[in-house]
């Protein structure tokens, strides 16, 4: 989406000019900054409903309930979504029979500013739940921030500025949630890293947050991401401080039976360490935004391919852009880890040795400390010595595995750690990791699967080809199966032209025309067909689905459009009022007028409804019964009317 970033101001009373949009602002910690930029912008009486902040912890406590797994921790998690579910529900108590017409929510934030000592960085919890229609179930947009200036009223005014973004993105980009997450930063670049987003509810049911974890790497908000079995986002700082952590990079492209090894066998190694609480360890597989760009372009189909074989075996995953370990070890650093191993190939190792002198030459000992801290300990997994994989890579498929195994037999022709080719002016320090155990050696690895390599399975698999099967895992062989992950995607032969199909057809065709008004219009559906076609979720995009997305687009100009003209941007009204015709054109007619009041009167009656006090069981009832058959507008119109 192609966007005008505009000032914090001007996002601001461009809220507080919406009638549609009506809530509270409850903040703890760095100020009250966000309810202040509305009430300075102007008109913020139609937007505000009420401000607060409870600094002291036993009125907060008394107002939103202790924190028991925080341990009177205020600055997390569980804190803020107390936070929204008590300011909403007090919204649709007290005002909902006041205001039928009109989109409620509750923005929250519990944040801790860098203090005077700088013992505390600064960092904090956002969120805001939101209505997009009046009388529908609210969603939820949840992130964690840290914040970056050196100076208490500096991050104070980041957190403003913030506060303002997400209200802005939840009613201007919901249509768009890749747009919605980047413009959080809009004004901040530099000074805050968003490590955490959740975006979820009734309006986001096809949007996959592992999706929301990669886009925070990918547009740099972030530089670590986790995600966790269930998909959800998760932070850190929530369920790993004071924990110790495994971390085991790879491509899983797919989970081949040599990665199941080495997690398999490092990770018992790592627990039996006898400075590791076994109770209190975490495992992690790590794909890095380097390895997902190995093959060009980054693909979000391939992003979520692995993603969903590693959820299935139930893995806590982190996404990262943390090509050098040592960026890593210093994220993870910020959350008191007390110990962390990081598992790879004898090989990677070697990488990471080389590429370190070769940027440190005149520095070695302090880029060295940066790399292997006291804290972290390498397990490093052998590999076949470069001899026996060009003989294998040079032979036909009855002789590649007799090869190596005869290579494996002779177990001292194996890459390890001991025998590792590395540079001559670093022996000594690597002599002192090893002897320190910084660095060591995987034990009880199976010797006879170390011939199977990645990229040969992929392309085995994209390729149609049997035998595949029996280098990975039985439970990752059938997730591929039946989830036909990894595949070349082959375009489907439908009877009738999909919306897809039109779209790309009316482009070529406003091309030729130099049709720019056609062009926009058809080219917002097309983002909007993309972003559902890797939600992660795998649904059908069938006609019911595609004219609830051609919905969407039109309302989201629409509201755009209400808002210029009556702030009088007659050009700006002027362009979304012309991609509102050219969306339309592909929306099947919609029901109006006496056709649409005989259901909607019919629905009345089956609610029981009788006054606007239920305009909210009824508006849920005709919503769904209606969906891609009537506007959301006309549907509340006159539902509206009847019950009043």
């Not at 007799?402 to 590792?420: D, F, M, P, R």
């Not at 002192?432 to 011939?451: C, K, S, Y």
């Not at 849920?620 to 539902?639: F, H, M, P, Q, W």
Request: charged share 25%.
């Amino acid at each position: 989406m192609i966007r005008k970033i505009l000032e914090t101001e001007q996002k601001a009373l461009e809220i507080n000019l919406d009638e549609q949009i009506y809530g509270a602002f409850a903040e703890i910690g760095a100020g009250q900054e966000v309810a202040r930029h509305f009430f300075q912008a102007g008109a913020a009486a139609g937007t505000i409903a009420k401000t607060m902040s409870a600094y002291d912890k036993v009125v907060s406590d008394e107002i939103y309930g202790s924190e028991e797994q925080g341990k009177g921790r205020y600055v997390c998690e569980s804190r803020l979504y107390k936070m929204l579910a008590h300011e909403y529900a007090l919204m649709e108590g007290r005002l909902r029979i006041l205001r039928p017409e009109q989109c409620f929510f509750s923005f929250a934030d519990t944040v801790a500013a860098i203090n005077y000592q700088r013992t505390i960085k600064g960092d904090g919890w956002l969120g805001i739940r939101f209505q997009l229609s009046p009388g529908t179930a609210p969603n939820d947009l949840v992130l964690h921030v840290r914040l970056l200036d050196h100076d208490n009223r500096l991050q104070q005014q980041a957190v403003g500025i913030l506060g303002v973004n997400m209200l802005y993105a939840c009613y201007r980009y919901h249509s768009d949630p890749e747009t919605l997450l980047h413009s959080l930063i809009d004004n901040l670049q530099g000074r805050v890293k968003i490590d955490m987003v959740r975006l979820k509810g009734p309006d986001f049911q096809h949007l996959d947050n592992r999706l929301l974890c990669l886009w925070l790497v990918k547009n740099q908000l972030s530089e670590v991401a986790i995600f966790g079995p269930d998909g959800d986002s998760l932070h850190a700082g929530e369920f790993l401080y004071k924990k110790s952590i495994l971390v085991v990079r790879g491509s899983y492209r797919p989970p081949t039976l040599v990665q199941e090894d080495m997690i398999r066998c490092s990770y018992k190694q790592f627990l039996e360490a006898s400075d590791v609480d076994p109770a209190h360890t975490f495992l992690l597989p790590e794909i890095t935004l380097d390895n997902l760009r190995s093959d060009g372009a980054l693909k979000e189909r391939d992003f979520l391919d692995r993603a969903e074989i590693l959820c299935a075996l139930g893995q806590t995953v982190v996404i990262s852009d943390c090509v050098q370990h040592k960026r890593l070890i210093a994220y993870f650093a910020d959350y008191k880890i007390r110990r962390i191993g990081l598992a790879m190939g004898a090989r990677k190792l070697q990488n990471i040795l080389r590429e370190t002198c070769e940027a440190n030459p005149d520095n070695l000992l302090v880029a060295f400390g940066e790399v292997f801290p006291r804290n972290v300990r390498f397990y490093i997994y052998p590999c076949l010595p470069a001899e026996a994989r060009s003989a294998k890579e040079g032979s036909s498929t009855s002789t590649k595995f007799s090869s190596t195994v005869a290579i494996v037999k002779e177990g001292q022709n194996l890459i390890t750690s001991q025998n590792l080719p590395i540079p001559q002016t670093i022996h000594f320090l690597y002599d002192h990791l090893l002897e320190n155990g910084n660095i060591v050696d995987i034990q009880g690895f199976n010797p006879a699967i170390l011939d199977i390599y990645h990229k040969e399975v992929l392309k085995m698999i994209q390729d149609d080809e049997s035998g595949w099967e029996e280098k990975v895992p039985p439970e990752v062989a059938r997730l591929v199966k039946e989830k036909r992950l990894f595949t070349k995607i082959l375009k489907q032969i439908h009877n009738k032209m999909t919306l897809e199909e039109k779209v790309n057809k009316d482009i070529l065709i406003a091309m030729k025309a130099k049709d720019e008004i056609t062009l926009r219009g058809i080219r917002a559906i097309k983002s909007l067909i993309q972003l559902a076609k890797t939600d992660g979720t795998g649904a059908v995009i069938d006609e019911t689905r595609e004219v609830q997305m051609l919905q969407k687009l039109v309302k989201t100009r629409q509201e755009s459009l209400d808002i210029y003209e009556k702030n009088n941007r007659p050009e700006l009204a002027k362009i979304e009022r012309e991609e509102i015709e050219v969306i339309r054109k592909y929306l099947p007619a919609m029901l109006e007028g006496a056709e649409l009041e005989a259901i909607i009167k019919r629905i009345i009656s089956e609610t029981g409804a009788e006054s606007a006090r239920d305009m909210g069981k009824v508006m849920g009832a005709a919503n769904k019964a209606l969906a891609g058959k009537a506007e959301g507008r006309a549907i509340s119109d006159i539902v509206k009317r009847l019950l009043s």
